[in-house]
C-alpha cells in the first residue's frame, strides 16, 4: 500500500538547538527540541504533526494488542456525573488529584482520572446474564489528575492519554484468565513499542483489590523505584517487597535486664552509648489511627517509610502521635518506649523482629533501656507489616540473593479488582442455576502519552532522539542537501519509497543548510536517513543508520531496495 511523504517544507516543525528552560528530564528536553510536543499550561501539552504521529503510532499498536484479545473498544465521556463516585467513596478520597466541577446548575462534576465506576455502571445497564460474559472493555482516553508536581514533560501530565480496560467475569478463575490475556497483552505492546520493561509485583493502593503487578520501564528520569534480583527473576516496585519472617530459637537468651541509659532518646546516641550497632536496637515508632495508638517496630538501623504504613492502614488516615498524646499517656515515655510492658497499645513490627530475636529497647522510664527483649516471649507482635524502606541489598523474598535498586517509569499497570466496584453496584448477572452471581472484575492502564516520554528516556544519544521502528514519525528521512537537481532526487526517491509502502519525511527546504538539515534530522530520530549530497549526479545517495551511526553510499535503486526490504 503506498504510504504519503511529508514534505519538511510543508510541515509545521520549529525545532530549538537549545533545551527548555524549564526542563529537568532528557524526554521533556528532547521532545520540545524535537518539535513533537509544546507546553499549553503546567502538566498540560499540546501534540504537534510529528509527535501526534508517534502518539497515533503508539495509540495503534494498543489497540491492535487489546482486539486481538478480545477487547472491545468504546469511548466513554472525560466529564463525568459525581453521584458514582460517591457511590465507591472515591469522589472524597481521590482528594485534591481529582479534578471537580460544576455544571450551569450547580451540579457536581469530575473529570474522569479513571473510569472503573462508569464501566460497572455501563455493564450492569448492559449485561443480564452469564452468557453475556466474560466481556472486556477498553477505551483509549484523555484522562484528567491534578497531580501536585506535573514535571517532567508528558511523564506525567495533568492531562494525558491513557489506554484503560476492564474485565468482568463470574468466577474467579475468570478473571485470572482475563488478567493473563491483559499480561500477555502489555508484554507485546510494549516489546512492539521497543520499549525496555520489567513487571513488578505491586500493591493495590487506592484501587483496592487484590493481585496487581506493574510494568516498568529503566530510566534515570522515572519516579518509581523498583528492586530487581540480579540472580532470579524477581522483581518488584519497592512498595511491594517483603521480607520472610523467619522465627529463631530464643531460648538461650538471659532474661531482661534494664540499664541505666541517661540522655539516650535517639537510635544514635543509644547505640553509640552501648556501643552495639544500630541494627541491634529496636526503634518503635507510635501512631495515631482512627483515634487508636498503635506502635511499629522496626530494626533501629531501617528508616520506616510512611507511603507504606499509610497504605497498610488505608482508607484511614494515619498521624504521628504528639506531646498531648504523651501527656495523655504517662505510659507511653517519648524516647524509651519499648514493647514489653506496654499495654492497650497494638504492636505491630517488621518481620525482622521474628519470634526468637533479641533487642536492645527502650524499658518505658525516661533515660533507661532493656536488653535481652525477646520478640515473642517478652512481647508479643500482633502483626506482621512490611513497612521499612528497602534498601539495595535487602534479600530476594524468592532466592534470597542481595536485590538491586532501579528508577524506573510505570507504563502499565493491571489489577485483579475483585468485587469491590461490583458490590458497590450491586453489578450481578442471572448464573447458570437461574441464581443472581456477583460479578469480578479486573482493571488495566497503559500510560499511552507517558509511553511516548518513555520511549524518548531510553532511546535517545546526544544528538537527539532514536525512535524505535513501528513507533518513529516515518520509516526515512530523506535530505536534500541543498542545490536543485538534490532536491529533484531528493523527492523522486521520496515519491519511489512511498510507493512501495515506506513512509518518508523528505527534508526539502530551501535557504536551509546541510549542517542544520543534518543536525535536525539526527534530533528527528527517524531510524533511517537518506541523504541526497555530493554524488547526486551519479545517481549515488547515503544511507545511515540513526541508531549505529553506520553510512553507506549506495546507488538510488540498491538505496531503495535496501530500504523496502
Ligand atoms: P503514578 O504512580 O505514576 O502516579 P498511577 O499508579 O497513579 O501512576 P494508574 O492509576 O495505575 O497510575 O494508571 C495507569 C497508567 O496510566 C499508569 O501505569 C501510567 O502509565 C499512566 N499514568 C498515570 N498517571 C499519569 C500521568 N499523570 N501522566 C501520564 N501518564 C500517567
Ligand atoms: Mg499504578
Same mark, same amino acid.
Given at each position: 500500500?503506498?504510504?504519503?511523504?511529508?514534505?519538511?517544507?510543508?510541515?509545521?516543525?520549529?525545532?530549538?538547538?537549545?533545551?527548555?528552560?524549564?526542563?529537568?528530564?532528557?524526554?521533556?528536553?528532547?521532545?520540545?527540541?524535537?518539535?513533537?510536543?509544546?507546553?499549553?499550561?503546567?502538566?498540560?501539552?499540546?501534540?504537534?504533526?510529528?509527535?501526534?504521529?508517534?502518539?497515533?503510532?503508539?495509540?495503534?499498536?494498543?489497540?491492535?494488542?487489546?482486539?486481538?484479545?478480545?477487547?472491545?473498544?468504546?469511548?466513554?465521556?472525560?466529564?463525568?456525573?459525581?453521584?458514582?463516585?460517591?457511590?465507591?467513596?472515591?469522589?472524597?478520597?481521590?482528594?485534591?488529584?481529582?479534578?471537580?466541577?460544576?455544571?450551569?446548575?450547580?451540579?457536581?462534576?469530575?473529570?474522569?482520572?479513571?473510569?472503573?465506576?462508569?464501566?460497572?455502571?455501563?455493564?450492569?445497564?448492559?449485561?443480564?446474564?452469564?452468557?453475556?460474559?466474560?466481556? &472486556?472493555?477498553?477505551?483509549?482516553?484523555?484522562?484528567?489528575?491534578?497531580?501536585?508536581?506535573?514535571?517532567?514533560?508528558?511523564?506525567?501530565?495533568?492531562?494525558?492519554?491513557?489506554?484503560?480496560?476492564?474485565?468482568?467475569?463470574?468466577?474467579?478463575?475468570?478473571?485470572?484468565?482475563?488478567?493473563?490475556?491483559?499480561?500477555?497483552?502489555?508484554?507485546?505492546?510494549?516489546?512492539?513499542?521497543?520499549?525496555?520493561?520489567?513487571?513488578?509485583?505491586?500493591?493495590?493502593?487506592?484501587?483496592?483489590?487484590?493481585?496487581?503487578?506493574?510494568?516498568?520501564?529503566?530510566?534515570?528520569?522515572?519516579?518509581?523505584?523498583?528492586?530487581?534480583?540480579?540472580?532470579?527473576?524477581?522483581?518488584?516496585?519497592?512498595?511491594?517487597?517483603?521480607?520472610?519472617?523467619?522465627?529463631?530459637?530464643?531460648?538461650?537468651?538471659?532474661?531482661?535486664?534494664?540499664?541505666?541509659?541517661?540522655?539516650?532518646?535517639?537510635?544514635?546516641?543509644?547505640?553509640?552509648?552501648?556501643?552495639?550497632?544500630?541494627?541491634?536496637?529496636?526503634?518503635?515508632?507510635?501512631?495515631?489511627?482512627?483515634?487508636? &495508638?498503635?506502635?511499629?517496630?522496626?530494626?533501629?538501623?531501617?528508616?520506616?517509610?510512611?507511603?507504606?504504613?499509610?497504605?497498610?492502614?488505608?482508607?484511614?488516615?494515619?498521624?504521628?502521635?504528639?506531646?498531648?498524646?504523651?501527656?495523655?499517656?504517662?505510659?507511653?515515655?517519648?524516647?524509651?518506649?519499648?514493647?514489653?510492658?506496654?499495654?492497650?497499645?497494638?504492636?505491630?513490627?517488621?518481620?525482622?523482629?521474628?519470634?526468637?530475636?533479641?533487642?536492645?529497647?527502650?524499658?518505658?522510664?525516661?533515660?533507661?533501656?532493656?536488653?535481652?527483649?525477646?520478640?515473642?516471649?517478652?512481647?508479643?507482635?500482633?502483626?506482621?507489616?512490611?513497612?521499612?524502606?528497602?534498601?539495595?541489598?535487602?534479600?530476594?523474598?524468592?532466592?534470597?540473593?542481595?536485590?538491586?535498586?532501579?528508577?524506573?517509569?510505570?507504563?502499565?499497570? &493491571?489489577?485483579?479488582?475483585?468485587?469491590?466496584?461490583?458490590?458497590?453496584?450491586?453489578?450481578?448477572?442471572?448464573?447458570?442455576?437461574?441464581?443472581?452471581?456477583?460479578?469480578?472484575?479486573?482493571?488495566?492502564?497503559?500510560?499511552?502519552?507517558?509511553?511516548?516520554?518513555?520511549?524518548?528516556?531510553?532511546?535517545?544519544?546526544?544528538?537527539?532522539?532514536?525512535?524505535?521502528?513501528?513507533?518513529?514519525?516515518?520509516?526515512?528521512?530523506?535530505?536534500?542537501?541543498?542545490?536543485?537537481?538534490?532536491?529533484?532526487?531528493?523527492?523522486?526517491?521520496?515519491?519511489?519509497?512511498?510507493?512501495?509502502?515506506?513512509?518518508?519525511?523528505?527534508?526539502?527546504?530551501?535557504?536551509?543548510?546541510?549542517?542544520?538539515?543534518?543536525?535536525?534530522?539526527?534530533?528527528?530520530?527517524?531510524?533511517?536517513?537518506?541523504?541526497?549530497?555530493?554524488?547526486?549526479?551519479?545517481?549515488?545517495?547515503?544511507?545511515?543508520?540513526?541508531?549505529?551511526?553506520?553510512?553507506?553510499?549506495?546507488?538510488?535503486?540498491?538505496?531503495?531496495?535496501?530500504?523496502?526490504?
Amino acid at each position: 500500500m503506498a504510504a504519503q511523504v511529508q514534505r519538511m517544507s510543508r510541515l509545521m516543525v520549529k525545532t530549538l538547538r537549545d533545551d527548555p528552560a524549564d526542563a529537568e528530564v532528557l524526554s521533556h528536553k528532547l521532545l520540545v527540541r524535537g518539535g513533537f510536543v509544546r507546553r499549553t499550561a503546567a502538566g498540560v501539552w499540546s501534540w504537534l504533526p510529528l509527535g501526534k504521529k508517534v502518539l497515533a503510532n503508539v495509540e495503534r499498536i494498543v489497540r491492535e494488542e487489546m482486539d486481538a484479545i478480545g477487547a472491545q473498544e468504546v469511548l466513554l465521556p472525560a466529564l463525568l456525573p459525581k453521584e458514582p463516585y460517591e457511590a465507591t467513596g472515591r469522589w472524597e478520597e481521590y482528594g485534591a488529584e481529582l479534578f471537580r466541577l460544576n455544571d450551569r446548575k450547580g451540579g457536581d462534576y469530575l473529570l474522569g482520572p479513571t473510569h472503573e465506576e462508569i464501566f460497572t455502571l455501563l455493564v450492569k445497564d448492559q449485561c443480564t446474564s452469564y452468557k453475556d460474559l466474560p466481556v &472486556i472493555l477498553y477505551q483509549i482516553q484523555t484522562k484528567y489528575r491534578d497531580e501536585a508536581r506535573p514535571r517532567a514533560g508528558i511523564l506525567r501530565g495533568r492531562e494525558f492519554t491513557m489506554k484503560d480496560s476492564y474485565s468482568f467475569d463470574t468466577a474467579d478463575e475468570g478473571l485470572a484468565e482475563s488478567y493473563a490475556l491483559h499480561r500477555a497483552a502489555y508484554q507485546r505492546i510494549f516489546e512492539r513499542l521497543g520499549l525496555d520493561y520489567r513487571i513488578c509485583a505491586a500493591t493495590a493502593g487506592a484501587m483496592g483489590g487484590s493481585k496487581s503487578e506493574e510494568f516498568l520501564a529503566p530510566a534515570a528520569a522515572g519516579e518509581d523505584t523498583f528492586a530487581d534480583c540480579p540472580a532470579c527473576d524477581y522483581a518488584a516496585n519497592t512498595e511491594a517487597v517483603s521480607f520472610e519472617l523467619k522465627p529463631v530459637d530464643g531460648s538461650a537468651v538471659p532474661a531482661v535486664e534494664e540499664l541505666d541509659t541517661p540522655d539516650t532518646p535517639t537510635i544514635e546516641t543509644l547505640a553509640a552509648y552501648m556501643q552495639v550497632p544500630a541494627s541491634a536496637t529496636l526503634k518503635n515508632l507510635l501512631v495515631k489511627v482512627d483515634g487508636e &495508638i498503635i506502635g511499629i517496630g522496626v530494626p533501629g538501623d531501617r528508616e520506616v517509610d510512611m507511603d507504606k504504613v499509610e497504605a497498610h492502614f488505608a482508607p484511614a488516615a494515619v498521624e504521628m502521635v504528639g506531646a498531648e498524646d504523651f501527656e495523655e499517656r504517662p505510659d507511653l515515655v517519648k524516647g524509651y518506649v519499648g514493647p514489653q510492658g506496654l499495654e492497650k497499645v497494638t504492636f505491630l513490627a517488621d518481620p525482622r523482629i521474628a519470634p526468637g530475636t533479641a533487642w536492645i529497647t527502650g524499658a518505658n522510664k525516661d533515660g533507661v533501656h532493656a536488653k535481652n527483649v525477646v520478640a515473642g516471649r517478652d512481647f508479643e507482635v500482633d502483626a506482621y507489616v512490611d513497612v521499612v524502606v528497602v534498601q539495595e541489598g535487602d534479600p530476594c523474598p524468592n532466592c534470597g540473593t542481595g536485590l538491586k535498586l532501579d528508577r524506573a517509569i510505570e507504563i502499565g499497570h &493491571i489489577f485483579q479488582l475483585g468485587r469491590k466496584y461490583a458490590d458497590a453496584f450491586q453489578l450481578d448477572v442471572l448464573g447458570q442455576n437461574g441464581k443472581p452471581v456477583r460479578v469480578t472484575m479486573g482493571s488495566y492502564g497503559v500510560g499511552v502519552s507517558r509511553a511516548v516520554a518513555a520511549l524518548a528516556e531510553q532511546h535517545a544519544d546526544d544528538k537527539g532522539l532514536v525512535w524505535p521502528k513501528e513507533v518513529a514519525p516515518a520509516d526515512v528521512h530523506v535530505v536534500a542537501a541543498g542545490k536543485a537537481a538534490q532536491t529533484e532526487l531528493a523527492l523522486s526517491v521520496s515519491e519511489q519509497l512511498a510507493e512501495a509502502g515506506v513512509r518518508v519525511l523528505v527534508d526539502d527546504r530551501a535557504g536551509v543548510s546541510p549542517g542544520v538539515k543534518f543536525t535536525d534530522a539526527e534530533l528527528l530520530g527517524v531510524p533511517t536517513i537518506l541523504v541526497a549530497g555530493r554524488r547526486t549526479a551519479e545517481g549515488v545517495v547515503e544511507l545511515k543508520d540513526r541508531r549505529t551511526g553506520e553510512r553507506e553510499e549506495l546507488p538510488v535503486a540498491e538505496a531503495i531496495a535496501k530500504i523496502v526490504g
